[in-house]
């Protein structure tokens, strides 16, 4: 098949690159030129402007951005829709917020065009491991692009069957799946994000209390000197925690065991907050998530005001001085 994508990032370039070597063709466009010539080649069209882009692609046209969420995606989709036709087809495979997307697909409907939102997880890795996909909008024009879906996902692999599935729809085994309407896709990606961050807090904490075992503080007998990276190996080997996150813990500590070149601010980029705004709405608890959200938050802040406000009401109500560092 044919897709252009716009936003050749490192996402969105490796995506060009798994559709282009296993034979779809693909029509590129970035702002910045040398993203889209590091792309040029077997299968790949490189277009100077937009106008270009669009009439490079045969019709019913496909186009895949992939840009942060937010005001570039929003853009991108309002100048696009300018010279797209009806039966074209817009899937907005970055981060997007799910309720934009159900305003931007009805407003996008009014003059025939397409939307699919794709959440799209798999990161740097997912040139060679392949992207999971979750998917949402019109049934029939998800139908129309699963050779790209299919292409773009894992596949199987080495993952062995759940038992008791039966005869579910076997998409979801090859890493992508139909999630429903318009906004569906992007409102399970929010979720997956969601939890993502609750799963990495809860790594982290667990390892700096190791790391915190050999502490001084504590009686010389309770006192331990673990070695992090041989318990992020051993955890990886038949544990109920190992994940490919712990992989990725391994491999980090692995490099460093102190982690010394990372600094230790944790950005967050929307979608933990709106996985938090999502369950108040709704008025489902989320308390493991919502810590690991506040948590990022904290790791941005050195001596804050509430460190301050802390300290100052220990030596008000017990005399507690201020150890210096």
Known sequence: MQLGVIGLGRMGGNIVRRLTRTGHQCVVFDQAPAAARA????????AADLRAFVLSLSTPRAVWLMLPSGEATETAINQLAKHLEPDDVIIDGGNALYKDDIRRSKALKENGIHYLDCGTSGGVWGLERGYCLMIGGEKNIFDRLRPIFETLAPGVGD?????????RDGQAELG??????????????????GIEYGLMQAYAEGFNILR?????????DQRYHFDLPNIAEVWRRGSVVSSWLLDLTATALADDPELSQYSGVVEDSGEGRWTINAAIEEGVPAHVLTAALYARFRSREKNSFADRLLSAMRKKFGGHVEQSH
């Open 212 to 220: 915190g075992a050999a502490s001084e503080e504590l009686p010389v």
């Open 176 to 193: 992508y799946l139909y999630c429903g309407p318009s906004g569906a896709g992007h409102f399970v990606k929010m979720i997956h994000n």
């Open 39 to 46: 792309l040029d080649g077997k299968g790949v069209t490189v």
């Open 159 to 167: 993952i062995p069957a759940t038992p008791g599935r039966g005869s």
